[in-house]
């Protein structure tokens, strides 16, 4: 078992390339991802022959422990390569001052809510180990290819004063928002995104709406209480979901889903990908 030094992540990322065929394509993205955390995360990333795992720490609760990604390549499965890994992340997490080790995302830079219920082999590694299931997250899919415009949406709310844009020098602006009317975890997500979109009338921001925090992602996305009834999110998200279709996606993962209808009736997202949240106290 050794360290991961940053030069040698891309390592790392191959593993998790080769092993996590449900998220092909993103998964070395995820490594970089959660190797470049908000200020007051501690993280680190541990590998045997063929397999790898990241953990990590946030200030905000330091007695709770994250395992964020576990990979071992295929053709290195049944030598007990993910129990040393999850052993070793458990060591570290001790050491880091953890009381409690959890399989669940650490927003705001996560890779997934928790195990995808189809990484079977990872949910029974998991239970086998001592980790109880203690909460179900969802994501919803939207397909890129229907329609996504928002011309007639947006002038109608022109005509109420509502102006709709990307983001882009003040960006800082819509976090400092984000921040006020949600958290710091969202607002950390906002200045980070691939894609931010804000409303605001007379000045004053209303609602706001991102893609690519989490790579490929959508969200999150709000709106001030004040605003809501006007549709601005639909059309925030259909801005957001037309631009991460013309970065050349054919569908989004909609993350840690709360309002179904919604989504489902902006876009026909579709409830789809599951992931159990599974902890351990730690002796």
């Known amino acids: 078992m050794f360290s991961v030094e940053p030069a040698r992540l891309a390592e790392a990322a191959a593993i998790a390339e080769a ?27 541990l590998a045997v022959d ?7 720490m946030s200030d ?16 290195a499965r049944g030598a007990g390569r993910g129990t040393a890994l999850v052993r070793a992340a458990e060591d570290w997490l001790r050491e880091q001052g953890a ?3 959890r399989f669940a995302g650490n927003p705001p830079c996560y890779a997934w809510p928790g195990i995808d219920v189809r990484y079977t082999a990872a949910a029974c590694l998991a239970e086998s180990l001592g980790y109880e299931r203690y909460h179900v997250a969802w994501n919803m899919t939207a397909d890129l290819g229907v329609d996504l415009s ?18 882009g020098e003040d960006r800082a602006r819509v976090a ?15 200045v980070t995104a691939a894609g931010l979109h804000y409303a605001e009338r007379d000045g004053e921001i209303l609602g706001f709406a991102a893609w690519g925090a989490r790579p490929a992602w959508f969200g999150p996305m709000g709106t001030a209480p004040a605003a809501r009834g ?5 059309v925030l998200l ?35 990908r599951v992931f159990w949240l599974y902890r351990r106290d730690l002796a």
């Open 19 to 45: 092993a996590l065929t449900l998220d092909a394509g993103e998964a070395a993205a995820l490594v970089g991802h959660l190797s470049r955390p908000p200020a007051g995360r501690r993280w680190t990333a």
């Open 50 to 56: 063929g397999g790898v795992v990241m953990a990590s």
């Open 60 to 75: 905000k609760d330091p007695a709770v422990g994250h395992l964020d990604l576990l990979a071992v390549r295929p053709e």
């Open 99 to 101: 009381r409690q080790a």
């Open 150 to 167: 928002t011309e007639d949406e947006a002038a109608r709310l022109e005509q109420a004063g509502v102006t709709v844009r990307a983001a």
């Open 176 to 190: 400092a928002f984000v921040e006020e009317h949600w958290n710091e975890r969202w607002a950390w997500e906002a």
């Open 230 to 234: 006007l549709g601005l999110g639909r």
């Open 238 to 272: 259909r801005r957001c979901l037309a631009e991460q279709r013309a970065a050349g996606q054919d569908s989004a993962q909609i993350s840690w889903v709360g309002p179904l209808r919604f989504y489902s009736r902006a876009v026909g997202a579709r409830a789809e």
